[in-house]
């Protein structure tokens, strides 16, 4: 077994996981005429570079290509669960609120519930549980590739997409204004995400010693 730094699984993961956050980006900005920000070809990107980034010490090629696929299809199926979560989760959670809340509170419950809905936060905090999911998906698949413990890279893995889309639009939106350039943007926000997903799963990497390579 080839003793790897963990500075060493950092950096590989960051910038495989950075490249495909970028593609991905970049195919956001020019190429998907949707919304919805976790696209196909960002599923793939991301699995692609991001599995090159977690296996590439191993400089085993079945590994790698392991890696790569499974790797793929995990972000593919993370991406497509969250696209189901991210539309139907506020309106499941009004409908158990509509119940809850009235008996308890009497007709304040009905003021709070519009007080609630009224607020855009809500909808935003259903969309990043929806990418801590995503990511729970894509840690799990990685696990799987690479043949190590599954717990450390899931719960990395989720809180890695999770804090990348929480951090990463800020600083985007905000260096993308200051040089009114909104592929800059669009690059940093989807490249730091990438980075911080694959800093978060190279550390699980790390942890996991069993990876034989």
């Known amino acids: 077994m080839q003793n790897v730094s963990l500075s060493k699984y950092l950096l590989t993961s960051a910038i495989g996981f950075g490249l495909g956050g970028a593609v991905w980006g970049g195919w956001d900005l020019y190429g998907s005429d949707v919304d919805y920000p976790l696209t196909i070809l960002g599923a793939i990107s991301l699995g692609i570079f991001g599995g090159l980034g977690?296996?590439?010490?191993s400089k085993n090629w079945k590994l790698i290509l392991r890696s790569c696929g499974l790797?793929?299809?995990?972000?593919?199926?993370?991406?497509f669960t969250a696209l189901l979560g991210i539309y139907n989760l506020p309106n499941l959670w009004g409908f158990l609120l509509?119940?809850?809340?009235?008996?308890l509170l009497s007709e304040k419950g009905n003021a709070i519930i519009d007080l609630i809905f009224g607020i855009q936060n809500l909808r935003i905090g259903v969309f990043l549980l929806n990418f801590v999911l995503a990511g729970i998906f894509i840690g799990l698949?990685?696990?799987?590739?690479?043949?190590?413990?599954?717990?450390?890279?899931i719960w990395r893995g989720g809180l890695g997409f999770g804090l990348g889309a929480i951090i990463s639009p800020i600083i985007g939106n905000l260096l993308g204004n200051l040089f009114n350039s909104l592929f800059?943007?669009?690059?940093?926000?989807?490249?730091?995400?990438g980075i911080i997903?694959?800093?978060?799963?190279?550390?699980?990497?790390h942890k996991c010693s069993g990876l034989k390579i």
Do not use: E, R, V
């Not at 698949?141 to 450390?152: G, N, Q, R, T, V």
């Not at 800059?184 to 490249?191: C, G, K, N, R, W």
């Not at 997903?197 to 990497?205: A, C, D, H, K, Y």
């Open 71 to 79: 790797g793929m299809l995990g972000s593919i199926i993370g991406f």
């Open 197 to 205: 997903l694959g800093l978060f799963l190279g550390w699980g990497m």
């Open 98 to 103: 509509s119940f809850i809340l009235p008996p």
């Open 184 to 193: 800059l943007s669009y690059l940093i926000t989807f490249s730091l995400i």
């Open 54 to 57: 977690l296996s590439i010490f």
């Open 141 to 153: 698949f990685f696990a799987i590739a690479l043949k190590i413990k599954i717990w450390p890279m």
